[in-house]
């Protein structure tokens, strides 16, 4: 059925595209009946249209129900747009503001590193040493082979507790009270942990040494001297939460700190590479009760009233 | 939180932080300004909570530079004073030099009272005990003489959408509200009746 408008859109596309098109007037008289029938097929219907056509609408429909169902493999997220990021120095001082008088000590920045990846591949996780820490309560135990140089070296790094079957002994008499809140392994000693069984000790603790967590070693010296200050980060639900500085922290050292950890989750992004495919969304800076600010890679403040020097008072 | 649009709303909550009562720029002359009271509200501290809660962000805001340190303590009892240092010389301020570790930091154990005046400087106090707020920020402004910050057209307008949003919401809230009352009633209603028949039943057995 042809309506009105459809008739004076034909007008109109006749008018515009003038050659090639026959007009009515030029069929010959004979052939009349014939030229009508064809264009009553040319009439569009909800469902007609050629072979290739009905193809591309398949082709097209398969396609978004293929973009739906990947949207429900990842995890939802937004690009912030430009008008909603900050630059360091502004969301500091808007931080700083929502936490006055508050004990800096009860108080940090925090960062969130929001990834676009799939729900069900493998996570991020790695451990970061900030150039200025946060705070420094590390206390390692190290499992390694008595009687050897190792437990030399664990005690020279300044281990707390170290040894193998004395230790594991000492893990399960106590263990809600433990001396550490690290444990690492020499390689030599995996056996012997397997063979302990404190899986089920050590594991809801997140104590439990294994290559996953980076915990098993060579070298108990250098994974000592790596850990001491490091913190430990893990992506979870499509984020990376850690905190990143105390909040009497200046612009400048926070913004070391916010670099090097973008640096490390780029570089385990890229290392990933091969098995899954990951991207850095966004950078969210936010403090203990204070609101989140998704920096825009910038640090001078906006107001040309304010100096990063006037966001390193005390609080 | 994903949803693009409630993030703009929430940004536009932001407007808090920077408007309202306390939104202030103070003269140059002061170097800090310490809050002393208890950590609960009774015997006449509830006044000096609220300033801290309400005012001093803002207060913070405008003025980065300028140390507010609060020091609570547990002494229900003992006053609730507030000391603004001025500098009274109109000299460039000598630099701190002690860490910032060592210096004065707010506290919730009274680890920090108010320091004595370093020479040159000058303690104006308000008594902040069995005041309203309101009243504090009042006395704040005049002992002070500092500037009031108005928010621009742009900012009042944005400021007026967040109110009729909030007011909107309100409306909303209600008719959802009314619709799960009414959901409860006969479901409550419902559960009442069932419970009849079967003693109903019990009892025919």
């Known amino acids: 059925m042809a309506t009105p408008k459809q ?32 264009q009553a ?49 502004d969301a500091m001082r808007y931080l700083r503001a929502a936490e006055v008088g508050r004990p800096p000590t009860s108080v940090t920045y925090e960062v969130s590193l929001k990834i676009r990846t799939i729900k069900n591949g493998p996570v991020v996780r790695n451990r970061v040493r900030l150039p200025y820490p946060v705070k420094n309560d590390t206390r390692i135990g190290v499992i390694c082979p008595e009687n050897t140089n190792l437990v030399h070296d664990a005690r020279q ?31 030599d000693s995996v056996p012997a942990l397997n063979k302990a069984g404190l899986g089920r000790i050590l594991g809801p603790k997140g104590l439990m040494p294994s290559l996953k967590t980076n915990t098993i070693t060579k070298s108990i010296k250098g994974m000592m001297t790596e850990m001491v200050g490091a913190e430990t980060y893990r992506e979870k639900i499509g984020a990376i939460r850690m905190p990143i500085g105390n909040i009497q922290f200046n612009p400048k050292q926070l913004s070391d ?14 290392a990933m590479e091969d098995r899954v495919n990951k991207d850095l969304i966004e950078v ?32 | 939180m994903v949803n693009p649009g409630k993030r703009m709303h929430i940004l536009k909550a932001l407007l808090e932080l920077r408007h309202g009562p306390g939104a202030a720029i103070l003269p140059p002359e002061i170097t800090r300004i310490h809050l002393d009271f208890a950590l ?10 609220k300033f801290w809660k309400t005012c001093l962000p803002r207060l913070k805001f405008w003025n980065p530079a300028v140390p507010m340190l609060v020091n609570r303590s547990t002494n229900q009892t003992g006053p609730a004073l507030m000391s603004i240092y001025f500098r009274q010389s109109a000299a460039k301020a000598t630099k701190n030099l002690t860490p910032l570790v060592q210096q004065p930091h707010s506290s919730t154990t009274n680890e920090c009272p108010a320091p004595p005046p370093e020479e040159e400087e000058r303690v104006v106090t308000i008594d902040m005990k069995h005041q309203h707020s309101d009243a504090i920020l009042t006395e704040f402004l005049q002992k002070t003489g500092a500037t009031l910050v ?28 009314k619709y799960l ?23 025919n057995q």
């Open chain 1, 7 to 38: 008739c004076i859109s034909s007008l109109a596309r006749l008018s515009l595209t003038s050659t090639a098109r026959p007009t009515a007037t030029s069929i010959p008289r004979f052939l009349a009946p014939s030229i009508t029938q064809v």
């Open chain 1, 41 to 89: 097929q040319q009439t569009r219907y909800a469902g007609g249209g050629t072979a290739q056509m009905q193809a591309r609408a398949r082709e097209k429909e398969k396609l978004k129900k293929k973009r739906k169902q990947q949207r429900f493999k990842e995890y939802k997220f937004a690009v912030p747009s430009k008008a909603e990021q900050f630059s360091l120095c």
């Open chain 1, 157 to 187: 790094a300044g281990a707390v507790a170290f040894g193998e079957a004395s230790l594991f002994k000492l893990i399960k008499e106590n263990p809600n009270n433990l001396p550490f809140n690290r444990l690492i392994c020499h390689q």
């Open chain 1, 257 to 270: 700190n916010i670099k090097t950890l973008v640096m490390q989750v780029k570089g385990d992004i890229e």
């Open chain 1, 284 to 315: 969210v800076l936010t403090s203990t009760n204070g609101p989140g600010f998704s920096l825009n890679g910038g640090f001078l403040p906006t107001d040309e009233m304010i100096e990063p020097d006037h966001l390193s008072t005390a609080m």
């Open chain 2, 40 to 49: 609960r509200w009774n015997d006449g501290h509830m006044g000096p909570r």
């Open chain 2, 150 to 177: 108005h928010p621009t057209p742009d900012e009042q307008m944005e400021m007026q959408q967040v109110e009729e949003l909030q007011e909107k919401g309100a409306v909303d809230r209600a008719i959802v509200k």
């Open chain 2, 181 to 203: 009352d009414e959901k409860r009633r006969e479901e409550k209603l419902l559960l009442q009746a069932r419970q009849e028949a079967e003693a109903i039943k019990l009892a």
